[in-house]
């Protein structure tokens, strides 16, 4: 099995609980109908298993599959810029299926962003190296398609099912104890 | 014969292939640049789709280390168009089609029972030398960390 050749850091978009035994990392990609069945999956784990989790996502997207997958990506990322990265991620999972600029730019909109630097981080030069970055180290830790995800570093066997996330989250969770 | 592949420092066999339904590609036309040849068993099957989708992706990777990718399958030059287009894939794909297989075994890389390529990567570098190959299970997508290690261990052999 794969494992994570980029530790999680600081430059991480991270939510969940700070020093949880479990670090849950997902390579993903917004307009991948996987990672959108995913989606619900690790929102369910995370209040779930409240104490035990910090989940860190990665951008992984398959531009030529997927031609929204970049330009959603970087508007994540520039929501982040104002400390809304989480909620702009739901957002654009949760309309996985319109995604394009107009549907981005007014998601900004909704969650009352400033449109003016929301505007200028989308197109930054700084954030497209970000997502870029996030792509290789996802390809040199063996991501061969979306959703992947690490545990503590490890690739796990996710099968499209809530149980194999909780599974493999469980039992490092209870190793810790 | 069955279930080798060519290995690290094996002479790449040369091929002469279609790439697309009028242009045809041979291995020694690439001398001068590291090739990533990519065997696997069928356009349009889900494990190759991704791996080819993933392959699209990471070129810009691949070309830093001076290497293109190349697909190759035993589907046919019409196949491969349709999938390539269908994909937007931007790396030629080799219809291993006529005689069917024929640089598949070559390489090591045919299965013989199921009539198709196995799934198998080969980095081959500028003088046609192979410098790393890796056998997957059909089942299971390779991804690219592999090639990636192997074009950075040349780069650094050559200093």
Redesign the interface.
Known sequence: M?TL?TPVSGSDRQTGYRGAPVTLVEYGDYQCSHCGIAHPFIKRLLAEKEKDILFVFRNF?????HPAAYIAALAAEAAGQQGKFWLMHDIIFEHQDHLDGNSLLSFAEALDLDMHQFAQDWKSEALQQKVEAD??SG???????TPTFFVNGEKIAYDETYESLLHAVERVAQAHR | MAGSILEKGATAPDFDLHCTPDQRLKLHDLKGKRVILAFYPADWSPVCSDQMAVYNEARKLFQQHNAEVIGISVDSKWCHLAFEQDRHLHFPLLADFEPKGEVSRLYGAYNEEEGQSKRALFVIDEQGVIQWSYLSPDGINPGADGILEALETMDNGKH
């Open positions: 794969s050749k997207p398959l531009q030529e599959a792509f290789e390809i040199r830790s063996g991501v061969n398609g």
